[in-house]
């Protein structure tokens, strides 16, 4: 299994407050990624990262931001949040881009915001 | 915003039954992928296909890309119960460099009764 590890496993928070989720990666991967997962929806693609300091937007970005000053660690921050970004939130990496270089995820993190 | 039909999204069946889960879409994908979720963990890649016609095979696992890359399917002959899982499939959508950015269908819940 790809050396990934999401923190915490489970977070409850209320409307408001800001919620910072960790992903931390060993296998020196370039590309890094964090998806949420709705029922209906399937995996939505919300930042991704192509190298230290490099970030850009994915499809559902609003209310979200994420940093990554390290190769190993990739951080997702709800400044403000709401009841909307209640969800399990994934961390993936990728070695490359490119179809030759598959996704592997993390267990995911379970998000509910009351 | 490309998008992937996928269906069913639920199914139930029992062990040694055949069953084909279809992923379609009308945007054209450089390469479809399909993954395998169990519950509490993250999706995990079972195949990549790049080429339209494309035909792979993973035991009992029947993968096929549509010629013209905008669709694919997968066949499960004799399901067992072992199959029972959250079934996805993700396209790289044409012309997209770098990052994975997958779109992702909504995928298909199977439940292989014994």
């Keep these: 299994d790809a050396g990934i590890t999401q923190s915490p496993r489970h977070k409850v928070t209320e409307t408001g407050t800001p919620v910072t989720l960790r992903c931390h990666q060993t296998e020196n991967h370039r590309y890094m990624y964090w998806y949420r997962q709705d029922p209906g929806h399937g995996l939505r693609l919300i930042h991704y990262s192509y190298g230290v300091k490099d970030t850009d937007k994915g499809e559902v970005s609003d209310g979200y931001s994420v940093s990554r000053s390290k190769t190993e660690d990739f951080l997702l921050t709800l400044e403000s949040a709401t009841s909307s970004q209640t969800s399990v939130y994934f961390c993936a990496i990728s070695e490359a881009g490119g179809v030759n270089s598959p996704l592997h995820f993390g267990n995911g993190t379970r998000l509910t915001v009351t | ?114």
């Design chain 2, 1 to 114: 915003t490309q998008l992937l039909e996928q269906s069913p999204q639920f199914l139930s069946i029992q062990e040694g039954e055949n069953l084909t889960v279809y992923c379609n879409s009308s945007s054209v994908f450089s390469s479809l992928q399909w993954y395998r979720q169990e519950p509490g963990e993250g999706p995990v890649l079972l195949v990549t296909v790049v080429t339209g016609g494309e035909v792979k095979k993973l035991k009992r696992l029947t993968f096929q890309f549509g010629d013209a890359r905008k669709d694919s399917s997968l066949h499960i002959t004799a399901a067992q119960p072992g199959d029972t899982g959250l079934y996805l499939c993700a396209g790289l959508p044409q012309g997209r460099q770098g990052a994975q950015k997958l779109v992702f269908g909504q995928g298909t819940r199977l439940t292989i009764n014994p």
